[in-house]
């Protein structure tokens, strides 16, 4: 009973910090700053999705364009979940322009073809799946929450980049 009444206490005692209650074990500083990488990343992504779906109008890509659209606005998805976990740990999303590619573990390529952009993405997919792994891994069972959403994303950049490899495949041939 005191042992309830205890973690009452405690977790109106911090209640101005949100969601993060004393139980949080992991290092909060360096989960933030880790997660403003991640939403740096989602944002390129984002922003390169959308200029191949621009830019693939007109080239022989009728499907193709579809594709970068759907992932251009999953990635924005993404960068929206970051940005709100952020938020509840008590940090500010950085969406500053300045800096986002230095941010960014991914790349913002653009690719003259159809095939260089479906290229660029799948490398951006890798390098986003290889990232978020050793995040996932980092995180453990320190910040379940952070950690499931991580896990959620990385399924879906696996997805993302299937994807892109049976499009290359397609293309190339
Ligand atoms: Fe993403
Ligand atoms: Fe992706």
Not at 51 to 67: L, P, Q, S, W
Not at 69 to 91: P, S
């Amino acid at each position: 009973m005191s042992d309830i009444q205890e973690l009452r206490r405690r977790a109106r005692q911090h209640m101005e910090e949100g969601a993060v209650t004393s139980a949080y074990t992991a290092d909060r500083e360096t989960v933030i700053r880790i997660l403003n990488e991640v939403l740096a990343t989602e944002t390129v992504c984002t922003l390169r999705y959308r200029n191949h779906y621009f830019m693939a109008r007109g080239i022989h890509a009728t499907g193709v364009e579809e594709e970068f659209l759907e992932h251009a606005n999953q990635e924005q998805q993404h960068a929206d979940m970051v940005a709100k976990r952020i938020c509840e740990l008590g940090g500010t999303p950085n969406l500053n322009p300045e800096g986002l590619a230095q941010r960014s573990h991914a790349q913002y390529g653009e690719g003259e073809t159809l095939e260089e952009m479906i290229r660029e993405d799948l490398v951006a997919e890798r390098i986003a799946i290889a990232t978020y792994s050793e995040i996932i891994r980092w995180l453990a069972n320190e910040d379940p929450t952070t950690r499931r959403m991580m896990e959620e994303l990385l399924a879906t950049e696996e997805e993302h980049a299937d994807d892109m490899a049976k499009l290359l495949s397609r293309v190339a041939s």
